[in-house]
């Protein structure tokens, strides 16, 4: 695949899945070289590790994993997922954002209030989808011609992909305050994650070759942090029951039995 430095070189794209604590709940690794095609798989490797996905529970993920199937599958799978919009967003008033649609008559109406009707369907390879197009209606008369269109025929078209809807509810709620706040989150879960296996376990490639055993790799790394976690989790519980008998001998009896309940 193409790194950083835009030179093809023979890598690996590893994949975490964590909660808030930053324990590992899935992990994969592919040969892709973007995202969009893993989220749909650690979304199923979560709920057959964990036994069945936690409700009400938001998930962030990085906006190389936007795309409407996979909020389509959030959707399915009644997740409340937080996906920003990956590409750059448009300031021009001629936006396609700025269109109007109208399901019952299967039409947008642009800016000027024209109406923009369905053409036929035409497969895009660049994204490997059948797109509905549509074609607006009154662009030779229209004054704002030259800043809405730059075709030829001075025509405005429209591509709709599946799973439009989803899409720009997936954009609205990601425009919400509550949507910032709450995607503000991956800075201190994922990406410590991440930068724990690189910086302070020095893991920055394989020692092995081949897919199978590179991702028996990964999956050792992955275990080795979650054992880690769990012992520091059961120290500072140990510690505070230690100081809790110091300060209180007699609470000793009602303290180990809750350890050995919880």
């Known amino acids: 695949m193409i790194n950083k430095k835009g030179r093809i070189e023979f890598s690996y794209n590893v994949q975490i899945t964590v909660d808030r604590k930053g324990f590992i709940l899935a992990n994969d690794v592919s040969k892709d070289e973007n995202d969009v095609e893993q989220l749909q798989p650690q979304v199923i490797q979560t709920e057959e590790n964990l036994g069945s996905l936690p409700e009400n529970i938001p998930w962030s993920f990085d906006n190389s994993y936007y795309e409407s199937g996979n909020i389509k599958f959030l959707d399915d799978k009644k997740i409340d997922g937080y996906i920003p919009d990956n590409k750059k967003k448009e300031i021009s008033p001629y936006n396609k954002q700025h269109f109007t649609y109208d399901q019952e008559n299967d039409e947008y109406t642009c800016p000027a209030g024209k109406p923009v009707t369905f053409l036929g369907e035409r497969y895009d390879k660049s994204k490997k989808k059948t797109a509905r197009i549509y074609k607006g209606q009154k662009c ?3 004054p704002q011609q030259k800043m809405c269109t730059k075709q030829k025929d ?10 439009e809807r989803e899409r720009n509810a ?6 919400t305050t509550k949507g910032k ?9 994922v990406e410590p994650a991440f930068g724990d296996i690189k910086e302070n376990k020095g893991i920055r490639g394989f020692h092995t070759r081949g897919m199978e055993t590179v991702k028996t790799e ?13 012992w520091i989790e059961l120290q500072k519980k140990n510690n505070i029951m230690e100081n809790i008998i110091i300060k209180n001998p007699n ?12």
């Open 140 to 142: 030779k008369a229209c």
């Open 154 to 163: 001075g025509i405005r078209y429209i591509k709709s992909f599946p799973y």
């Open 170 to 175: 997936m954009n609205e709620k990601m425009n």
């Open 181 to 189: 706040e709450i995607y503000k989150l991956r800075a201190i879960t």
């Open 218 to 230: 990964f999956n050792l790394v992955c275990t080795a942090i979650n054992l880690k976690k769990i």
């Open 251 to 262: 609470a000793f009896n009602a303290i180990y039995l809750y350890s050995h309940l919880a």
